[in-house]
């Protein structure tokens, strides 16, 4: 089992920035990679940003250049910097966590920017 903590969401000018962090504890050890998702009203789900246990990263197109995705070692705290924050970006975020047996979600963290 893991569990999953947000935090650092919160309401931020356009042009500003945020940092969300997710705490992962339990078998953390199991797990493969870890990801941010969002969540806007009236919209699915989407991948944000990927990060392995190896370190390997990747990026939706809307946040390429403007976020980026970090973690210590060993996976047990993952970060997601924002940065130039647009309208758009307002959702509900959601840290996950892959592991060969399941998959784990955040209760989500909200991040609003303002016009």
């Known amino acids: 089992q893991v569990q999953l903590a947000e935090s650092g969401g919160g309401l931020v000018q356009a042009g500003g920035s945020l940092r969300l962090s997710c705490a992962a504890s339990?078998?953390?050890?199991?797990?493969?990679?870890m990801d941010w998702y969002r969540q806007a009203p009236g919209k699915q789900r989407e991948l944000v940003a990927t990060i392995t246990s190896g370190g390997s990263t990747n990026y939706a197109d809307s946040v390429k250049g403007r976020f980026t995705i970090s973690r210590d070692n060993p996976m047990n705290l993952m970060y997601l910097q924002m940065n130039s924050l647009k309208p758009e970006d307002t959702a509900v975020y959601y840290c996950?966590?892959?592991?060969?047996?399941?998959?784990?979600w955040g209760q989500g963290t909200q991040v609003t920017v303002s016009s």
């Open positions: 339990g078998s953390i050890s199991s797990i493969l990679t």
């Open positions: 996950h966590a892959h592991t060969w047996r399941n998959d784990y």
